[in-house]
């Protein structure tokens, strides 16, 4: 089983990018599908962004076209790239890494979207 770490979160203007890494420990990084999640304050937890073993993706609605999703099965890192940010993007993110059987969640990160 894995274990993830989120990086890159923080303060940024409307219409500016950031990109969120999450780091996996572990081995066999390569079969897991790969997910971001976010929650902003009051709200309940939802899937922005998902990758799977063979590099499919699926996004959200409120994020096609301006976020990416990514991987690097070298590196055991998946990322998020995030432009033309909005204050609506503002949450907490994180990082799930899921296979059969199993799900591991990251502590999160915040990303913050005001002028």
């Known amino acids: 089983q894995v274990q993830v770490e989120e990086s890159g979160g923080g303060l940024v203007q409307p219409g500016g990018s950031l990109r969120l890494s999450c780091a996996a420990s572990?081995?066999?990084?390569?079969?897991?599908?790969m997910n971001w999640y976010r929650q902003a304050p009051g709200k309940q937890r939802e899937l922005v962004a998902s990758i799977s073993s063979g590099g499919n993706t699926i996004y959200a609605d409120s994020v096609k076209g301006r976020f990416t999703i990514s991987r690097d099965n070298v590196k055991n890192t998946v990322y998020l790239q995030m432009n033309s940010l909005k204050s609506e993007d503002t949450a907490v993110y994180f990082c799930?890494?899921?296979?059969?059987?199993?799900?591991?969640w990251g502590q999160g990160t915040q990303v913050t979207v005001s002028s």
């Open positions: 799930m890494a899921m296979v059969v059987g199993s799900a591991s």
């Open positions: 572990g081995s066999m990084f390569s079969i897991y599908t």
